[in-house]
C-alpha cells in the first residue's frame, strides 16, 4: 500500500501574530521549530521513501528536520505552495477586518474566491494534485512520500486528490502546525482513501531510546 503523508509547516511569527500569509514568507518561530523537530523522527519511522516541499521559507525548514531525521533531501516545488491571497497577504487579521468587513467574512469562511485579488480554488486545485500524483508516480508499490505544505492548499489538494465534491473540503477542520494527514491506496488502479487527518505529537515530544 502507498500512502501519501501531507505535513503541515511548524508554526510562524506571522502565525503567531495572526497575521495573514498566503505566499508571503515568513519564518518558524522557536515554537515552530520544536513542533518540526518533534514531528521528524515520528515521521520517520514510517520510513519514507520520497520527500518533497512546497519552497517557502516555513516549509522548507519544517523539510530540513524530516530530511535530517529520514536521511531523504527535499525535492523543492512552487505548486505546493499555500494560496496566494494578493494585496491581503502581510495584514493582520483585524487590520484586513476593519478595512473590509464583508469580504474578511468570506476571508473567515474559506471563500477566499471572493477575496480580491486571491488565487482561485481551480488554480489551486490544479497545481497541488498535478503536484502530488506526480509524487505519487515515484513511489514504489509500498512506498511513503513526505510532503510538506500549507494548511489550506493541503486541504484543498487532499479533497481533489479524493475526488469529493466542490466545497466539502471546508468540511475539515484547519490543520494545526505540524500536523499531517494520510493519503493511502492499495495499488496505482485504486482511488485514494483518506486514512488520517491532523496527527500531530506535543513540541516537546522525544522518542524512547532503541532497545538492543
Sequence with gaps: MADLVLLRHGRTDWNAEHRIQGQSDSQLDELGHAQARAAAPVLAKLAPAVLWSSDSDRARDTAAYVGAACGLDATYDARLREYSLGPREGLLHHEFEAADPAEYAEFARANWD?????????????RMTEALTEVAELLPADGVAVVVSHGASIRTGLAAMLGWPAGQALTLRGMDNCGWAVLRRGSASEPWRLR?????????????????
Excluded at 196 to 212: H, I, L, Q
Design 196 to 212: 488520517a487527518y491532523n496527527r500531530t505529537v506535543p513540541p516537546d515530544f522525544s522518542p524512547p531510546p532503541a532497545v538492543g
Design 114 to 126: 471572493a477575496v480580491a485579488g486571491a488565487e482561485k480554488d481551480v488554480a489551486v486545485i490544479a
